[in-house]
């Protein structure tokens, strides 16, 4: 069982930058993978970026180009979601996730969710 809480949402203004944390508590494994996801009102999920939870391997959701970078600290327990030069649709509830399919941009295969935080981004 592992237990994620997000946190680090807000109200920006476009081009600022934002940093999300997800703190990761319970057992992880070797295969444990850590996602961010995003929704946003009428879309489906979308898959932001993931890192493995062994290994720090990152991977990014088509739309992300560059803007994003998701990072691990095993130290502190937590992985960020640094988000630069925010754009107005950008605006969703980012999501962090768990599971045990690394390299997955399926939410599906993501096994534990966190509440969620909202990020706005302003015009």
């Known amino acids: 069982q592992v237990q994620v809480v997000e946190s680090g949402g807000g109200l920006v203004q476009a081009g600022v930058s934002l940093r999300l944390s997800c703190e990761v508590s319970?057992?992880?494994?070797?295969?444990?993978?850590v996602g961010w996801f995003r929704q946003s009102p009428g879309n489906e999920r979308e898959f932001v970026a993931g890192?493995?939870?062994?290994?720090?391997?990152?991977y990014y959701g088509d739309f992300v180009k560059g803007r994003f970078t998701i990072s691990r600290d095993t130290t502190k327990n937590t992985v960020s979601l640094q988000m630069n030069n925010l754009q107005t649709e950008d605006t969703a509830v980012y999501y962090c996730?768990?599971?045990?399919?690394?390299?997955?941009?399926?939410?599906?295969?993501?096994?534990?969710w966190g509440q969620g935080t909202q990020v706005t981004v302003s015009s």
């Open positions: 996730a768990a599971g045990s399919s690394k390299f997955s941009r399926v939410a599906g295969e993501y096994d534990f």
């Open positions: 319970g057992r992880t494994f070797s295969n444990t993978a």
């Open positions: 890192i493995t939870w062994s290994g720090g391997y990152r």
